[in-house]
């Protein structure tokens, strides 16, 4: 099956973020949120340890489009429906990253439908792509 016919998938990607990862997303966004690299503030307001940025997230995600290189990424839009909790060890946190392509639409461009999962469970809902071939 050719990477632009309905059906198609992309090849997976796996992507680890860790403690170090958030402090560069923070610094390069400025987004300092204390949820995203204060172990206690996270767990007083309810979550279970530190958790990475949404958009870092989203972005990492769309990484399995860019990287297929199956042409030029027009738009990109999802919604977030879980965290990723990352632990403060070496590892990380394993954001496991697959897609495919979803529809051709009428103008040729493809939806490439991308899945997102961190512990066996979705992180991202309604992740699409749009890309002009």
Same mark, same amino acid.
């Given at each position: 099956?050719?990477? =632009? ?5 992309? $090849? $997976?990607?796996?992507?680890? =973020?860790?403690?170090?990862?958030l402090?560069?997303?923070a610094?390069a966004a400025l987004? *300092?949120?204390?949820? *995203?690299w ?9 979550l $279970?340890?530190v958790?990475? *940025?949404g958009m ?7 990484? +399995? ?7 030029t990424?027009?738009?990109?839009s ?5 965290? +990723?909790v +990352? ?7 394993? +954001?496991? =990253? ?5 529809a ?5 461009? =493809?939806?490439i439908?991308?899945?997102a999962r961190?512990?066996?469970r ?7 792509a749009?890309?002009?071939p």
């Amino acid at each position: 099956m050719s990477a =632009l016919e309905k059906g198609a998938e992309l $090849p $997976p990607l796996q992507v680890r =973020l860790t403690r170090a990862d958030l402090v560069r997303y923070a610094g390069a966004a400025l987004d *300092h949120n204390p949820i *995203h690299w204060n172990e206690r503030f996270a767990k007083e307001v309810g979550l $279970p340890d530190v958790i990475a *940025h949404g958009m870092l997230t989203m972005g990492v995600a769309g990484r +399995v489009v860019t990287e297929a290189r199956v042409g030029t990424l027009v738009s990109y839009s999802a919604r977030f429906t879980r965290p +990723v909790v +990352v632990p403060d060890d070496d590892k990380g946190a394993l +954001v496991e =990253l697959s897609a495919k392509v979803g529809a051709v639409l009428d103008n040729g461009d =493809l939806r490439i439908d991308i899945t997102a999962r961190f512990d066996g469970r979705t992180v991202l809902g309604k992740a699409i792509a749009i890309v002009r071939p």
